[in-house]
């Protein structure tokens, strides 16, 4: 999925993410690796995971680990899975310029970007340059990791960058409880500041109506560091059941979408106060619809990628040319079908909500009232351009308007 930014986009995100290279030494560093990353976007190299690129900084396979192991300045084309082997983890708080984020899966299901400064403040997107089949190399806007259904990335350094920051011990990754602790697990009641929840998908779903928890002094009591260890929202693909309802959901970019019975084989279902499902969107525990991004396959083997809330088709072709591949999440093809429904189908709209922005290709369309209208920008969900072409059609392509 690929957000591109134009010539003058990259202008300016450069501009930013120079303020942002803390030190001088850094900047040498940062300017170095980023000034390799322009090489390949100024030469409009397009992806290849057979093909190699030739230029002042040597001969590299296009491809997304290629074109980091250009930027690090390796000796040959590394691939995701063994990009670790030169380079160490670090906390998200010590990222700085010529880092990466790697999902470290071998094949097309890995990728990986190299990290050129933050977005904002709060550090929830950044500037990552990256090779991919749909935009090649490409300097975007990305959210942090990464985008949603894509696996899971993780900050890395390279073991001969230098920088200012002292580089910190590799991230331990602590249990949530201590030793003595039995490991939290689903279906869990835990308590925290006076609050009960449930653990569904690493995450806790708060208890209000439902008061059937085995008794309040029952549940475990979880201290600061332990509740931050918790997921913020439930794994994609955790199945929900709400009690005295007993309707099922799966867990699709964070939204709970509605499974009617007999037509997903539903397993290990957590049972949740109905009010979390109910009045999603309102917590931080579930989403009101799934997030942008998120892909989806149908029980009858249909995809589609969400944009505002609504699901946009996509063709096999389209899908199958996609780097790295998205997972995606089964969902039961009534619920796309009876999308923007209310009470349970409510979660996934018929539409994408007005001012959606989607991309096709190098073009961007902002949704109105259903209708895909051209716009100029840089920013929006990737979908598959048969969606724009037959906006206004029958089935899988009806939520979108036709102009």
């Known amino acids: ?156 350094r390279y073991l001969g960058l230098t920088t200012a920051t002292p580089t910190p011990p590799p991230v331990k990754i602590d249990s949530i409880t201590p030793d003595r602790e039995v490991p939290l697990v689903d279906g869990d009641f835990v308590r925290y500041e006076g609050q009960v929840y449930r653990i569904a998908g690493g995450a ?64 290990d279902a957590v049972t949740v106060d109905p009010a979390a499902v109910d009045e999603a969107g309102a917590n931080s525990s579930l989403n009101d619809t799934p997030a942008d991004g998120t892909m989806v396959r149908t029980d009858r083997g249909e995809r589609y990628v969400f944009a505002g809330g609504a699901p946009i088709h996509v063709t096999d072709e389209w899908f199958a040319a996609l780097r790295p591949k998205p997972k995606a999440v089964t969902v039961a093809q009534e619920a796309i079908d009876l999308a923007g429904g209310f009470r349970a189908w409510s979660h996934v709209r018929a539409y994408p909500a007005d001012g959606t922005w989607l991309k096709v290709e190098a073009e961007v369309y902002q949704v109105t009232s259903g209708v895909p209208v051209p716009g100029v920008g840089v920013r929006g969900v990737p979908v598959d351009p048969a969606a724009i072409a037959n906006a206004g059609g029958e089935g899988p392509w009806s939520h979108l308007q036709a102009p």
């Open 204 to 267: 806790p779903i708060a208890v209000t109506s439902w008061q059937d928890v085995g008794g309040r002094e029952q549940a475990r009591k979880l201290n600061d560091d332990e509740f931050a260890a918790l997921a913020v929202q439930p794994a994609d693909g955790t199945f929900l059941r709400t009690y005295g309802t007993k309707e099922t959901y799966v867990v699709v970019g964070g939204a709970p979408v509605f499974v009617p019975r007999g037509t997903l084989d539903v397993k």
């Open 1 to 156: 999925m690929v957000r591109r930014l134009t010539a003058i986009g990259i202008a300016g995100a450069i501009a930013v993410v120079a303020m942002l290279i803390p030190g001088p030494a850094a900047a040498d560093t940062g300017s170095d690796m980023l000034e390799r990353a322009r090489s390949w976007t100024e030469a409009n190299v397009g992806y290849s995971g057979s093909n190699y690129f030739t230029n002042q900084y040597g001969t590299y396979r296009t491809d997304c680990s290629g074109y980091v192991s250009m930027i690090w300045g390796l000796p040959t084309s590394l691939t995701t899975v063994t990009l670790p082997s030169v380079s160490l983890p670090i906390a998200k708080d010590a990222l700085e310029p010529g880092d990466v984020l790697n999902n470290p899966l071998p094949g097309t299901s890995g990728h990986v970007v190299l990290f050129a400064g933050w977005a904002d403040a709060a550090q929830t997107q950044y500037y990552g340059y990256e090779e991919t089949p749909s935009g090649g190399a490409h300097l975007s806007q990305i959210p942090y990791p990464y985008w949603p259904g894509y696996g899971t990335f993780s900050p890395r």
